[in-house]
């Protein structure tokens, strides 16, 4: 296809239409709405493999749109009257199709492209940490869009009605928003007893991915390639119905479609720890003496390593050998509504923890000896409770020497202070020896989960 009939095509088709709405949808979308992609490590500027996620992400509607755009193209020739006249010219029909399908998947490719290019400027801004793993995620995500609008012509040109465009764009929104809900993998936590979904192989058909949840995983290298193959034998069956003019040669191109999900369905992984797997590069280790943080946050080690140092310091100060020795970014992945588990020796520290995501000088100290005094027991995905940052208050304000609230908190400071300050006051009264008591008696019930730290402060029972 020479620039001349791409310019001509451009002229007298949707494509340039479909473009300008993937793209102008999907950055409103991302810019007009306050959601999780705007929030914590995993923003969708944040970095690349959690930018590439959430633009994947819009896929549960951009793909819906892009089938029926198709079909509107598909319906072309139809409205035109011309589908006899065309018939009848010496051009082959495969290369009117791929004319036809061409313009609008570069349309379709060149919008998806600008979309990652918005978020990949931003990226570059805000991280040092670059890397490549996350370009399959965005090329598959591309090659939807325009095997759904290739789909979508086939469709068009196979049953030209009115209703067509209409009935496969809610088919197809159907198709990818309420299938992983119905066909889901799921299952209940026994600790809380939370249910979440995770995605199964007939799930994984569908454009969209799960809302990012951490920085360290991705999508694993058997789903880009099962999701590839099912994305070839849907384009190949949208091109074959663009040229088929028979009943039976129009059941034929259905082949490739069919095809290419049962071979789709033997490659993707059934186990949904292979489906989300941990992005070992991004989760390397990065350290400055006894404090480590991973390679996505390297940048962040600068600050964090002298007021870990000091904070290891002064709790080994307050617990002797109770105490941790190392400061070390938690790279755990865990379920949503899991339950958490601690080290004795070792502070496992997360950048999305509200108290720390923020903090600068010494108000990092003060965050780092309360996490490692208290470190929350809340299910993963839930805020703390208010005695939770009590706690976590006296216990920094303990080993510092005065009562201050934790800035960052979910929980205002007049509500931790005045929670906080009636056991501040009855805990200081105590000898030195009935203070150390209660402390670690809190420090052990937070490292447990198995006690409530603010009624070990206050000499209540514990649950």
Known sequence: MNVRVLRIELRRSVAPWAGAVVLTTALGFLYLVNAAWWHGTTAWTAQWTTMALWTRAMLFYLWPLAVGLGALQGLRDHRSKMSELLTSTSRPAWHRAATLAGTTAITLASAFALLVLVGGVQVLANTEYTHLGWLPISLVGALFLVAGAVLGMGAGRALPSALTPPVLAITAFVFTAVMPMWLGRTETDAATGIESTEPTRITLLSPTVEEVRDVFVTLSASVHLGQ????????????????????????????????????????????????????????????????????????????????????????????????????????????????????????????????????????????????????????????????????????????????????????????????????????????????????????????????????????????
């Open 228 to 463: 590839t193959i099912w994305l070839l034998g849907m384009a190949a069956t949208g091109f074959a119905l663009l040229v088929a003019t028979t009943l039976r040669t129009r059941l034929i191109a259905l082949t490739p479609v069919l095809a290419g999900a049962m071979i789709a369905l033997l490659v993707l992984p059934s186990d949904p720890h292979r489906i989300h797997v941990v992005d070992k590069a991004a989760a390397e280790l990065v350290c400055d003496g006894p404090v480590c943080v991973t390679k996505s946050h390297e940048a962040r080690l600068a600050d964090l390593g002298p007021h870990g140092k000091k904070a290891l310091r002064l709790l080994h100060d307050a617990l002797g050998g109770k105490a941790p020795v190392s400061i070390r970014e938690n790279v755990t992945v865990r379920p949503d509504g899991s339950a958490p588990r601690w080290s004795r020796q070792t502070m496992l520290l997360d950048f999305d923890d509200a108290i720390i995501a923020d903090a600068k000088g010494e108000e990092l100290t003060r965050a780092l000896i309360a996490n490692g005094m208290v470190p929350g027991c809340s299910p993963l995905g839930w805020t703390g409770t208010l005695s939770d940052a009590a706690a976590q208050s006296i216990a920094a304000s303990w080993v510092l020497g005065d009562l201050k609230p934790l800035s960052g908190s979910p929980h205002a400071s007049t509500e931790q202070i005045a929670l906080a300050r009636p056991v501040w006051k009855k805990l200081m009264a105590l000898p030195r020896a009935e203070q150390l008591s209660r402390i670690s008696a809190m420090h052990a019930a937070a490292l447990s989960c198995e006690g409530d730290a603010f009624d070990a402060l206050s000499g209540g029972a514990s649950r």
